[in-house]
């Protein structure tokens, strides 16, 4: 979304995609789970009245358009891409395949997964987690527009307090925002830790994937 209210900013995209093709090109095995709120929210619409399923359901069509949207960034830099639909429109994108997105991904291709879970009532932090469980994925990065967890809104709150560190029991125990508890417990059940790090920042994949950004790393015990 960018600056933006509203929709797609081009520029915003191509900067991410250079981003993933830089960590690509150093030799980071990448897939991605984008969300769809940038175009429609499904909890948003459900709390005005929507039917909730219905709702989720739109929002699930909204990331598909995203991941079309990123497919073409990334291939504008040279990084060939895979978009994986957990919805099946075979016109537009593959239906998702767990094993065929492992072995795009042992070729070298970022592989995008659409449409979260293809299921209502799960968000795509859910869908994020599940994905990188399904590819056995070393850690699961958050790009959020903070630089890591905090014990409050810092753009609300100017003196709360960020976290380095935390276990997956203090995040689901403090009602932390950091992903839906459905989604740290699947994390924490296949011990694959959680980056949340600054996506508006430029330059912030590389440096996390290197150990060198401002993050707040979730992890075991």
Known sequence: MGDQAYGIDIETADRVAQEIGDAVEAGYEICLVIGGGNIFRGLSAAARGMDRAAADYMGMLATVMNALAMQTALERVGVSTRVQSAIPMTTVCEPYIRRRAIRHMEKGRVVIFAAGTGNPFFTTDTAAALRAAEMGCNALFKGTNVDGVYDA?????????????????????????????SAVSLMRDNQIPIVVFNIREQGGLARVLNGDGRCTVVGGD
């Open 153 to 181: 809104d810092p753009n609300e709150a100017p003196d709360a307090k960020r976290f380095e560190s935390l276990t997956y029991t203090d995040v689901l125990a403090k009602n932390l925002k950091v992903m839906d508890a």
